[in-house]
T-cell receptor
Framework: ETGVTQSPTHLIKTRGQQVTLRCSSQ?????VSWYQQALGQGPQFIFQ???????GRGNFPPRFSGLQFPNYSSELNVNALELDDSALYLC?????????????FGEGSRLTVL | GNSVTQMEGPVTLSEEAFLTINCTYT??????LFWYVQYPGEGLQLLLK?????DKGSNKGFEATYRKETTSFHLEKGSVQVSDSAVYFC?????????FGRGTSLIVHP
């Protein structure tokens, strides 16, 4: 069974640029959620996708957007990057009929904005 | 809104000591409660969960009991090992949106 995989693992961008992060969900999982984890903090919920539709969103501005594809993989896009966007971005998948909080995480993509 | 408060770390213990990491929460309704663990260089892993009041979640020697009257979900282990050194996150799920605490770092010395 393949777990959640994310790419890239590390990347560096400059302020104002755009970034796309990718996530492949665990086999059989149809729900994907994204989190921002700043250094020394817990993960902050960005949004969740189920059957290719966004079905929950945290307190993040519209420049954070996403997609889910028919194979349940997902992308997180961030436009007009700001310095405070520097963080570890975590993707998590969850199985059908599972608890919404029972999440299977990838190892994350570490974004540095200069 | 929902929130989770964890004790500040780091918590530093000797091997075989007793561990308690405190977690309290604020939420509407009856959320499910979780503990996640993040080992160095790895993603978060679900450690245990409890879905209703008085439930006890347990795994790998760790336990936590869902206390609705005190809105708490403290993590305990009777005898920690060096391999338990990690960051522990308390979390709740309410209205399908998970909320995490800030995490508590545990350091276990031989």
């Amino acid at each position: 069974e393949t777990g959640v995989t994310q790419s890239p693992t590390h990347l560096i961008k400059t302020r104002g640029q755009q970034v796309t992060l990718r996530c492949s969900s665990q086999s059989g999982h149809n729900t994907v959620s994204w989190y921002q984890q700043a250094l020394g903090q817990g993960p902050q919920f960005i949004f969740q996708y189920y059957r290719e539709e966004e079905n929950g969103r945290g307190n993040f501005p519209p420049r954070f957007s996403g997609l889910q594809f028919p194979n349940y993989s997902s992308e997180l896009n961030v436009n007009a990057l700001e310095l405070d966007d520097s963080a570890l971005y975590l993707c998590a998948s969850s199985p059908p009929q599972g608890d919404a909080g029972e999440l299977f995480f990838g190892e994350g993509s570490r974004l540095t904005v200069l | 809104g929902n929130s989770v408060t964890q004790m500040e770390g780091p918590v530093t213990l000797s091997e075989e000591a007793f561990l308690t990491i405190n977690c309290t929460y604020t939420a509407t309704g009856y959320p499910s409660l979780f503990w996640y663990v993040q080992y160095p260089g790895e993603g978060l892993q679900l450690l245990l969960k409890a879905t209703k009041a008085d439930d006890k979640g347990s795994n790998k020697g760790f336990e936590a009991t869902y206390r609705k009257e005190t809105t708490s979900f403290h993590l305990e282990k009777g005898s920690v090992q060096v391999s338990d050194s990690a960051v522990y996150f308390c979390a709740l799920e309410g209205s399908y949106i998970p909320t995490f605490g800030r995490g508590t770092s545990l350091i276990v010395h031989p």
